[in-house]
């Protein structure tokens, strides 16, 4: 039966390793970003998508439509994340998270809830463990990943009679592209590996559908970096 996966932030890191190892596992997927990417595949539709604006969303799910009626897969990945003292960052810098890592998931679920399947659509959302743990230096992040799970805390409850799974990851750093803009002090030598996230990440959609992770938190062997 063939099952279809819709990602956000598909362009690149994270988001791209995901969508290659969804695509090997059989999934149509269906990638939102902005940027696009190179990647090619004739079960991958790039989609253009600014997960902040309404119009945009909704515009991506009538692309989705058009090639499928149900979702069995939503992987919500798309964010940003800046490092600085609250007192050196902008309102713009902090409405800027907001947008995208709490109203971009949002607007994901909105527009989505018409294409869930009854006891079998599966959301899996990459909240970081900034969403469990405060970390200085990033107050706008923490902000807005702490309200995105605020958020599907209380959609899974509202969800709660279409019997579907949601998961929350909860990874530590991830040693990505990302950290090359923010200029981190950091070890990356104590971040996960791409490689190391993907392990627990397909441990997760592999697992039996009668099995649930509400919620998984895990991170390098030298613990929580600060």
Known sequence: MERSAIITGSSSGLGLEITKFLIESGYTVF??????????????YDVELDITSEESVAEFFETVREFT???????????????????????????????????????????????????????ISILSTAAQYGYPNVSAYNASKFGQ????????????????????????????????????????DKMLK???????FGFVVNAPSTIQFPELTFLHREGFLE
Request: glycine share 6%; proline share 4%.
């Open 149 to 188: 799970l605020g958020m599907i805390s209380s959609l899974k409850k509202e969800w709660k009679d279409y019997k579907i799974r949601f998961t929350n990851l909860f990874p530590g750093a991830i040693d990505t592209p990302l950290w090359d803009k923010v200029g981190t002090k950091f070890s990356r």
């Open 69 to 123: 009626p149900t979702i069995n897969l939503a992987i919500n990945n798309a964010g940003i994340c800046e490092m600085a003292p609250l007192s050196e960052t902008t309102l713009e810098q902090f409405e800027s998270h907001l947008a995208t890592n709490t109203v971009g998931p949002f607007l994901l679920f909105k527009h989505l809830e018409s294409f869930l399947i009854q006891n079998e659509t599966h959301i």
């Open 194 to 200: 791409i490689n190391e996230f993907m392990s627990v």
């Open 31 to 44: 990638g939102g970003s902005r940027s696009g990417t190179e990647y090619e595949h004739e079960n991958f």
